[in-house]
């Protein structure tokens, strides 16, 4: 659960959230800590006690990879109250490396000291705090059940200054207990405030190696865009010269024809004339369904629920359509989702032998969903031409496109592609 | 005249198939690719064969490497590449071996279907039919600066332009809007500056058209 999702509810709800998710951030640092700190010594005192031989540098490489897996809890483990865990990124080793390149590889990673010095810092720093915060957690939640405490048979009860011997200080200690509650609350929070100051800095990736993966995916995507542009600039060339090119110049054949006749042999001159018209009636239906593939007009006027709809209702296959779209997505959403849905429309009535299909729509947390389900024969692939091109496509937006195709299993696109502006 | 005719689209196939029966012509073959092209010249050994560029397998260049196949393979066949656009480079290939019977024309002009079959009869020849458009753009390659061509006045080049397209005599003057004499003249000039003897008239007339597109 994210901070901010009681949005819709009173904001005392959210404030005892916040105070709930806290404690509970601390009761598991509570047991995190002493792991960390027991991993923490025995990682050093037996990595130290060995360094001399060989066997000091593999024990050395297993507690690396033992404080990565501590940190990678502690990450999890920060999504209490973060509401998503901390970003983890390493290095990437070389696969089918041997175990000391390892060594070295993992060594000169930040990220590895940065295991090493939470592990450390989190067994003091983690379980005083988690000590403190219970504590006073458990003194407040004491002073408020003192009346019950008063009503049940305890031989004597005492705050240290003073005996609860009546019920009027019982309930007056449990008045006390109910207003300490926000104190309390406040200041759990400043220590969990505390121990991610801490942590944060240490278990994140720095901003540069974020920046630069990120780098990395661009230019990957983008590479994948320019091909894709590429291969349908590429396609449109070829069915305008297959398709209504080669339609006109058949047309201006067939009128040249007619023209050579109209005085020898008018009967086929007409015939031919007739041809010609309808040559150039298929003409101009070839370029308007080229221009539809290109940016279909009612895409831009209607929106993407209105252009699937239309492509719905031109396919031989039973499509049926849930939308739920309460905004309309940025053009170039709206674009690739619609080049999603006609591909695996084409897909389905080409090669699946389906039946029906099911067009799901929905824009859910700032993503564009799409999914389109056949009940066809499955076994599509993946690295296809056409759905590598759709990948691409989708993948230039941040978005994401995934095939599940088993023999047999019918074929569903799904696409999620951030939609905001 | 025996015709071959390789083009993958059956519409325009057909239609040209068509168009030069009407015309007195026998197609022997027709085909839809590079190979099946050459394999046909071997078989039927016609006097011109009919090519697309862009064919099977691969929908690019396959129609000009097949030409220039046949024309190594079976020297004296004449090739009338049709296309749906221009593309300098291939003319030019086809031009490398300096032999006439070549032509290059854009598929719109088969519309004018009488200088179509023109075109065909003439390439079958030996002659050449090169499209106004591929004309234009080998005379924008680059040329050598100190070529024969540049001696030719620009009324000569008008002339040898004209007569690249296959133009006659006639409508080279026509075109011109001057007499049949003044383009006889011209074309004599033409002819003796680039070093062309009093043999074979149109065999002349080739060399001369060839000299020019090549620069």
């Known amino acids: 659960m994210a901070p901010g999702d009681g949005g819709r509810t009173m904001p005392a709800m959210t404030v005892l959230k916040s105070w709930g998710r806290d404690l509970a951030f601390h009761c598991v640092g509570l047991v995190t800590s002493i792991v960390g700190f027991t991993l923490w010594v025995t990682g050093v005192s037996v990595t130290l006690s060995l360094a001399i031989t060989v066997v000091g540098l593999l024990a050395a490489l297993v507690f690396f990879w033992l404080f990565r897996w501590f940190a990678r809890i502690e990450r999890r483990r920060a999504a209490l109250v973060l509401g998503e865990p901390i970003a983890e990124r390493y290095r990437r080793g070389q696969p089918g490396a041997g175990w000391f390149a390892r060594l070295r590889a993992a060594a000169a990673d930040p990220a590895t000291w940065k295991d090493f010095a939470w592990t450390g810092i989190c067994g003091v720093l983690g379980f005083t705090l988690a000590v403190i915060v219970l504590s006073l957690w458990s003194s407040v939640l004491y002073l408020i059940s003192l009346p019950i405490w008063y009503w049940a048979p305890a031989p004597s009860m005492s705050l240290g200054f003073t005996d609860i011997d009546t019920l009027g200080k019982a309930l007056a200690c449990a008045g006390v207990g109910l207003l300490l509650v926000p104190v309390c609350g406040l200041i759990v929070r400043g220590l969990t405030r505390l121990e991610l100051a801490a942590m944060v800095p240490l278990l994140r990736p720095p901003r540069g190696e974020e920046l630069a993966e990120r780098v990395d995916v661009l230019t990957t995507t983008r590479a994948g865009a320019v091909d894709a542009q590429a291969a349908e600039l590429q396609r449109i060339e070829r069915d305008l010269h297959d398709g209504a090119q080669a339609r006109l110049v058949a047309l201006a054949m067939s009128l040249g024809m007619a023209e050579d006749k109209l005085d020898s042999d008018p009967a086929q001159a007409r015939e031919l004339l007739a041809e010609a018209r309808g040559e150039a009636r298929t003409a101009l239906t070839e370029l308007r369904d080229l221009a539809r593939g290109i940016h279909p007009p009612i895409l831009a006027d209607r929106g993407l629920e209105a252009a699937i709809t239309s492509i719905a209702a031109r396919s031989p296959l039973a499509v049926s359509i849930e939308a739920d779209l309460p905004s309309r997505p940025p053009a170039a959403v709206e674009g690739a989702a619609y080049f999603v849905v006609t591909e695996a429309l084409a897909n389905a009535t080409k090669h699946s032998g389906a039946h029906a299909v099911l067009v799901r729509l929905a824009l859910r947390d700032g993503l564009l969903v799409v999914e389109v389900a056949d009940d066809g024969s499955g076994g599509a692939d993946a690295q296809g031409s056409g759905l590598v091109g759709l990948r691409r496509r989708v993948e230039a937006l941040d978005g994401t496109l995934s095939v599940v195709s088993p023999p047999g299993g019918g074929t569903t696109l799904h696409a999620e592609i951030p939609s905001r502006r | ?215």
């Open chain 2, 1 to 215: 005249m025996r015709v071959v005719i390789a083009e993958d689209l059956a519409l325009l196939r057909d239609g040209m198939i068509r168009l030069l029966r009407d015309h007195g012509h026998e197609v022997v073959a027709a085909v839809e690719d590079g190979d099946a092209l050459v394999r046909a010249v071997a078989g039927h050994k016609p006097d011109i064969c009919v090519v697309d560029v862009r064919m099977p397998p691969t929908f690019t260049d396959e129609g000009v490497k097949a030409a220039v196949a046949v024309r190594e393979r079976f020297p004296g066949t004449a090739v009338l590449i049709v296309s749906q656009y221009v593309e300098d480079t291939y003319a030019a290939e086809l031009l490398a071996d300096g032999k006439g019977g070549v032509g290059y024309l854009l598929k719109d002009r088969i519309a004018d279907v009488r200088e179509f079959v023109d075109a065909v009869e003439r390439v079958a020849g030996g002659g050449t039919a090169m499209d106004p458009e591929v004309v234009a753009q080998l005379l924008t390659r680059h040329r050598r600066d100190d070529g024969p061509l540049d001696e030719l006045t620009p009324r000569e080049r008008e002339v040898l332009e004209l007569m690249a397209e296959g133009r006659s005599n006639a409508a080279i003057a026509g075109a011109l809007v001057v007499t049949d004499g003044a383009v006889e003249k011209h074309i004599s000039s033409i002819f003796g500056k680039l070093g062309l003897t009093v043999s074979d008239t149109d065999h002349r007339r080739v060399l001369a058209v060839l000299t020019y597109l090549q620069g």
